[in-house]
């Protein structure tokens, strides 16, 4: 589970940061309005998903090796009840 609150909070903060510099250079060159907010919400988020492709690729592996680890044992675990079932 530290993996995934790694990556989730890693991910978390690239978005914010991308979101701070994207919103402070529209105030400085553009007009406020709410429009406005909602382009540099997305522009953010691409931006933030384009560098975490890159930047978090470590903390994706990390995750996606324990996903598969537990998955692998949650099924060695349904294997062994399905076994002791038929010899029952």
Known sequence: MKAFWTYTLARLGVFAVCFVIV?????????????????????????????????????????ALNVHERATRMTERIEESRRAEDVD
């Open 23 to 63: 919103w402070g250079l529209s105030q400085i060159w553009l007009e406020s309005t709410a429009v406005l907010n909602i382009w540099v919400l997305l522009i953010s988020l691409v931006i933030s998903s384009v560098i975490s492709v890159f930047l978090l690729a470590g903390l994706r592996d990390k995750l």
